[in-house]
């Protein structure tokens, strides 16, 4: 019952979290796991309203002075509590009473003059504690971590830290990482550090070294790897321990920011001849104020950490380095060293009698220095570094490739090889290098292509970030090439690399790539071609889209690969990236609208046939010609009386009796006709419009053959358009038989409108009628 009801509490204090709309409330932001973000919003104290809900809260960068009691009672469920520099003068003795669940706390840099016991107390899950930069000059009046039993980061003291006693850290007995900022320590209980049995890192801030070597005897049988900071060992002296006061557990010391000098050097060498199992030594943005010159007498009385196989240096300051001696007086601790790394030192030369001396070497970086060939060459002279396998030189002065892998041709053991960031630019046609080179970095060295200057024997091969556009060169036994960054436009061929695993062609020009050409790569494990500008194409589309076991090859699918084009899918993932079937069967589209369009031909021309669309099309034709020639002003020159529209069946009834009759009357009718009076060569569709516009009147002689004749059905309608449009009554009908509408064909429109609307004369075949109708065909073409 009781754990119900603590459920149903819970969601009911999730939903008020959400709901809370206090002016505290909203100045914090919170997601629906806990996490509730008020860093840098001008806080001048904890906000209220906060539940069982919130599981992290970081309040950093405010000015909030003071955490009563009762700020953080209800947050019981709270795991993380950052309060950096957040301003806190006070913090009251239970402010964390309710924190149980408490694993990560951070009151670093804030203004605390006294650190209370009670605060911790309750914390019983605290894994993290940062309690630095804060204004105490010692760790309690009583000691703070008792019952921080889980505790395994701390992280105490600051620039007003002055006093170190054996209470500090009772109650701790094993630690991850302990950081003490003791800059200006002015005392130092001894045993202090020594409660904490286990310690794997160690970092210690001390300005003066006073009391570094009882520091140092107290951390002998605890720290694995310790770490020193901002320390002036200028004058340092160390004293000689009691004998059996050797460390056993120290394995790695770093001097980070620290000063010594030629004399303080010795007392540095005997410091770490106690440290008998050290493997690693590591020196950090350190100043060296002297010029090599080291008591070789002294030196060879001490064991030295022959044990040491790592020595880091990185970013060494010599302000005399021009007055340097030679480094002969430490040919003793160099002998059994196996991995040396010296960066950014401004190294321009490891002479060959040292080089000759590090016979146990297998990994030398001298990465961001000044070695040239020149000097190069003599660094690996004859017998120099005998079992070296590694070599980096990256970020040097190296210009010439041939030149570079002459000088390193005495290393007979070198495998890999890492001389990018030069400045080589070119690349010879052929070069030497030692015959066991496996792997060889070229990348970012700006050249444009690659020769035969390549070593057969590589195994990996990386030449990314150049200008090269295409992979040329023939490496039979390479199983890893690196290309990203080029200007590659298509996969490189697979009969050049036929052992390879691993292909990376990220970052290219590469628009596509073929199921083709990943099968001829028969060994092929992981293809990372991401970042390039993919034109998705169907076939591109289908191959990706279509293969499942495809996911398993592609390094950084489907994230990594974009679709550049078309313009209507770019920026979509290659996998959701869909095209019309018009884009993907375009000959199959194209040849089925060819065929719908010859269909469609075969159709109009049968239906033209059917109904005389053929026709109707010519005789459009001549109308839109018709409509082009200009009209006649109003006053236009008339030249006949009329003109005779016939068939030439009808001929001899036009020319023997209707010119006759009207031709011969007095006055005398002046008529127009097509075989005597169109001027020859002229187009006939002009000479009818024409005759049409000179004559005063149209005169249609109308009969079967009329109705079949084709130019007499252009008159007709040229007739209309041109005299009809104008509002002038100038068509006169002649009805030469009688027609029956029905007989007239459909496309003959224009005539069937005539003779529904006009009156028309019809020729009578009894005699005694035709002068009467003679009569009325001259009052007709008079009117």
């Keep these: 019952m009781l754990h119900v009801l603590w459920t149903l509490w819970t969601l009911g204090a999730i939903i008020s979290l959400g709901k809370e709309e206090s002016p505290d409330q909203m100045s914090l932001s919170c997601d629906p796991m806990g996490v509730c973000n008020g860093s840098s919003r001008s806080l001048n104290a904890i906000p209220s309203g906060l539940t069982a809900a919130v599981k992290s809260l970081d309040l950093s960068n405010n000015e909030i002075a003071y955490i009563s009691n009762t700020d953080l009672q209800t947050c019981m469920s709270l795991r993380v509590l950052v309060l950096k520099s957040s301003g806190i003068h006070r913090i009251d003795t239970d402010a964390f009473s309710s924190l149980g669940h408490l694993a990560h706390l951070d009151l670093s840099y804030n203004y605390l003059s006294n ?11 605290l894994q993290f504690l940062n309690l630095l930069g804060n204004h105490y000059k010692e760790l309690g009046k009583t000691p703070l971590f008792l019952q921080s039993t889980h505790l395994r980061v701390l992280r105490v003291g600051s620039v007003y830290t002055s006093k170190i006693q054996k209470k500090d850290f009772v109650g701790l007995t094993f630690l991850e990482e302990l950081e003490i900022d003791a800059s200006n320590l002015q005392s130092y209980e001894p045993k202090s550090l020594t409660s904490i049995s286990n310690i794997s890192h160690l970092i210690f801030h001390l300005r003066q070294p006073l009391f570094l070597p009882v520091i140092y005897m107290d951390l002998l049988k605890s720290v694995e790897y310790f770490e020193l900071r901002q320390t002036d060992l200028y004058s340092f002296h160390f004293p000689e321990l009691p004998v059996g006061e050797t460390n056993l557990s120290i394995r790695k010391i770093t001097f980070r920011n620290v000063g010594f000098s030629d004399g303080s050097f010795n007392d540095i060498v005997r410091l770490l001849d106690y440290a008998s199992d050290l493997l690693e030594l590591e020196f950090d ?43 002969s007086t430490i040919y003793t601790f160099a002998g059994d060293v196996k991995r040396i790394t010296i960066e950014s030192s401004r190294v321009f030369l490891v002479p060959c009698s040292f080089s000759q001396h590090l016979k146990s070497l297998e990994y030398l970086d001298l990465s961001e220095n000044l070695m040239v060939e020149e000097y190069l060459g003599n660094s690996a002279c004859e017998g120099a570094w005998p079992l070296l396998q590694t070599l980096i030189l990256r970020q040097n002065h190296l210009t010439s490739l041939e030149k570079t892998g002459a000088a390193l041709l005495a290393l007979k053991n070198l495998t890999s090889l890492d001389i990018s960031k030069n400045g080589f630019q070119t690349m010879p046609k052929t070069c030497r290098w030692p015959e066991k080179m496996k792997y060889l970095n070229l990348s970012s060295i700006r050249i444009q292509e690659l020769t035969d200057c390549i070593p057969k024997t590589l195994e990996i091969l990386d030449v990314s970030n150049n200008n090269i556009a295409a992979f040329t060169v023939k490496c039979p036994q390479l199983k890893e090439l690196y290309i990203s960054q080029n200007k590659l436009v298509t996969l490189p061929d697979s009969i050049l690399l036929p052992t390879l695993l691993v292909l ?10 073929s199921k083709k050409q990943l099968v001829s790569f028969q060994n092929l494990r992981t293809l990372e071609a991401g970042e390039n500008n993919f034109i998705c194409s169907c076939d591109f589309l289908s191959f990706t889209q279509g293969q499942p076991t495809l996911t398993q090859v592609l390094g950084g699918w489907p994230g990594n690969y974009l679709c550049d084009s078309p313009s209507h899918v770019r920026g979509q993932r290659v996998q959701d990236a869909h095209l019309s079937v018009v884009e993907c069967h375009r000959p199959a589209v194209v040849a089925a609208v060819c065929c719908a369009l010859l269909l469609l031909s075969l159709l109009i021309g049968a239906l033209c046939r059917r109904f005389h669309g053929l026709w109707y099309m010519k005789m459009t034709w001549a109308w839109l010609q018709a409509k082009r020639k ?8 008339i030249c006949y009386d009329a003109f005779v529209s016939y068939s030439e069946r009808d001929s001899q009834w036009v020319e023997n009796l209707m010119v006759q009759e009207l031709e011969n009357f007095n006055p005398p009718f002046k008529l127009c006709l097509h075989k005597r009076d169109f001027v020859p060569g002229k187009w006939i569709v002009d000479n009818i419009i024409d005759s049409i516009e000179k004559s005063h009147k149209t005169v249609f002689v109308l009969s079967e053959s009329f109705v079949k004749s084709e130019w007499c059905k252009y008159e007709l309608d040229f007739s209309h358009f041109r005299l009809f449009d104008e509002n002038n009554d100038a068509a006169i009908l ?7 509408k029905k007989a007239i064909p459909q496309r003959f429109c224009k005539l069937r409108k005539i003779m529904n609307t006009k009156t028309y004369l019809e020729w009578p075949t009894d005699d005694a009628q035709q002068p009467g109708f003679w009569l009325n065909l001259r009052a007709a073409i008079k009117s």
């Design 630 to 637: 200009p009209r006649k002003a109003p006053n236009r020159e």
């Design 115 to 125: 650190l209370s016991s009670s605060w911790f107390r309750p914390l019983s899950s």
């Design 734 to 740: 002649v009805l030469l038989e009688p027609i029956e």
């Design 285 to 327: 943005e350190c100043t060296l104020n002297g010029v090599g010159d080291f008591d070789p007498s002294f030196i060879r009385k001490m064991k030295g950490p022959n044990k040491v196989e790592t020595v880091v240096i990185r970013r060494l300051h010599i302000p005399q380095f021009y007055l340097f001696q030679d480094l």
């Design 504 to 513: 990376r062609v990220t970052r290219n020009t590469i628009t596509s790539f």
